[in-house]
């Protein structure tokens, strides 16, 4: 929108916040690199190093180890990756008022909706009487709403996965960088983070994954 004297006002960062200074100023250094990552060569260590620093920072950030650090394309690659690796042979459950990315995945794999109550939180008795039913399986509960801002209850939701056995994935896309985002507090097994919705550039974004190799994740294109 227009303010007085035509300046102008960005208003619409929960969509997508205006790229930081910070964040273009790191990305000109790194196109200023030139070598593949894969070459064992001087520009391809030095660009592998970049690439591997970027990699190490995320995963602090978001309490996890760099090796448990997937970079991706954005939020829906992370939580499409998500749910076909960690749902793979398990019943797929996911909340009524999840982003299109995961819903849609989880409902290619035939997964089934758990109601939400008139404010938009997921219906922990629901929940607690769906993981109740005979087979292991994965949870996905976004922490904060895209459309409406409301909080989900993650922690309680992670205690019911602990109590059943089930995995719990976290789409982190609308929190990461408006509230504290730590895969170790929230208890969840994956989180999906994408960089446009805090100062990062469009295209770029990560999940996030607990433990050491718990989990094998195939890539979507092969």
Do not use: W
Not at 102 to 110: D, N, P, S
């Amino acid at each position: 929108m227009n303010g007085a004297g035509g300046d102008f006002f960005y208003l619409d960062a929960n969509a997508s916040e205006p790229l930081r200074p910070e964040a273009l100023d790191a990305m000109t250094a790194a196109a200023m690199v030139c070598g593949n990552p894969a070459s064992v060569h001087r520009s391809g260590r030095a660009a592998r190093a970049v690439m591997e620093s970027a990699r190490e920072e995320i995963a602090a950030t978001f309490g996890v180890t760099a090796e448990n650090c997937v970079m991706t394309s954005g939020g829906t690659e992370a939580n499409v990756l998500a749910v076909d690796a960690l749902g793979r042979g398990r019943r797929i459950l996911y909340g009524a008022s999840e982003h299109d990315a995961v819903r849609m995945a989880a409902q290619a794999h035939g997964g089934q909706a758990i109601p939400i109550d008139a404010q938009g939180v997921i219906r922990l008795d629901m929940l607690a009487a769906l993981l109740a039913q005979p087979g292991e399986a994965l949870v996905c509960v976004m922490l904060a709403n895209n459309e409406t801002g409301v909080i989900q209850p993650i922690a309680e939701v992670a205690r019911l996965c602990r109590a059943h056995g089930a995995r719990l994935h976290v789409d982190a896309v609308q929190a990461a960088g408006r509230m504290a985002v730590d895969l170790r507090v929230l208890g969840a097994d994956s989180v999906a983070v994408s960089g446009h919705k805090f100062g990062g550039p469009k295209g770029t974004g990560a999940l996030l994954l607990a433990g050491a190799g718990f989990v094998a994740l195939s890539p979507m294109l092969a």
